[in-house]
T-cell receptor, first 113, second 113 residues
Framework: KAGVTQTPRYLIKTRGQQVTLSCSPI?????VSWYQQTPGQGLQFLFE???????NKGNFPGRFSGRQFSNSRSEMNVSTLELGDSALYLC????????????FGPGTRLTVT | GDSVTQMEGPVTLSEEAFLTINCTYT??????LFWYVQYPGEGLQLLLK?????DKGSNKGFEATYRKETTSFHLEKGSVQVSDSAVYFC????????????FGKGTTLSVSS
């Protein structure tokens, strides 16, 4: 069974631009969560989607948004990029909304200049 | 709110040494506990888990026991290998907080031959 895939793997953007990252979960997994990893703040939860509905949201500004499609694929969008948004963005999938066991993708490395 | 505290690194060991990485947690409910490992340039891999008090999670020679009385979930391995060099994250998921994983800061392990 294929794992979680994320595209693109690397991205360089300029301050003020917006960016969209994509995540395809493991086949059969319906829950997708997003995390931001930075050296200073560590791993922080962004949001979770299940059946196209946002179920849970972390403490991030409204510039960070996401969505989930009917095939469970998910995208996250960051608008008006700031230097501090430079991070590794990780996507994780789990089978059900009651499943706490999450499987992570390799991440998208975003650099904002 | 819920939180995870793990020992600061880096931890430097010789091959075949005994490993302990301490992890304690604070949670309002009855969390599930996890250890994830991140190899250089990769995403997170689930190493082991425990879902209730006194459960022992184990995988690839690593073990951790869910201790409710001490709110701890320390990671141990009897004999480390060079290939175990990575960053280790302790995490919890509390049903009252949704399925979001809350991570510790991570402990870097470096094993030399």
């Amino acid at each position: 069974k294929a794992g979680v895939t994320q595209t693109p793997r690397y991205l360089i953007k300029t301050r003020g631009q917006q960016v969209t990252l994509s995540c395809s979960p493991i086949s059969g997994h319906r829950s997708v969560s997003w995390y931001q990893q930075t050296p200073g703040q560590g791993l922080q939860f962004l949001f979770e989607y299940f059946s196209e509905t946002q179920r849970n949201k972390g403490n991030f500004p409204g510039r960070f948004s996401g969505r989930q499609f009917s095939n469970s694929r998910s995208e996250m969008n960051v608008s008006t990029l700031e230097l501090g948004d430079s991070a590794l963005y990780l996507c994780a999938s789990s089978q059900t909304q009651q499943s706490y066991e999450q499987y992570f993708g390799p991440g998208t490395r975003l650099t904002v200049t | 709110g819920d939180s995870v505290t793990q020992m600061e690194g880096p931890v430097t060991l010789s091959e075949e040494a005994f490993l302990t990485i301490n992890c304690t947690y604070t949670a309002t409910g009855y969390p599930s506990l996890f250890w994830y490992v991140q190899y250089p340039g990769e995403g997170l891999q689930l190493l082991l888990k425990a879902t209730k008090a006194d459960d022992k999670g184990s995988n690839k020679g690593f073990e951790a026991t869910y201790r409710k009385e001490t709110t701890s979930f320390h990671l141990e391995k009897g004999s480390v290998q060079v290939s175990d060099s990575a960053v280790y994250f302790c995490a919890l998921s509390d049903q009252q907080a949704g399925t979001a994983l809350i991570f510790g800061k991570g402990t870097t392990l470096s094993v030399s031959s």
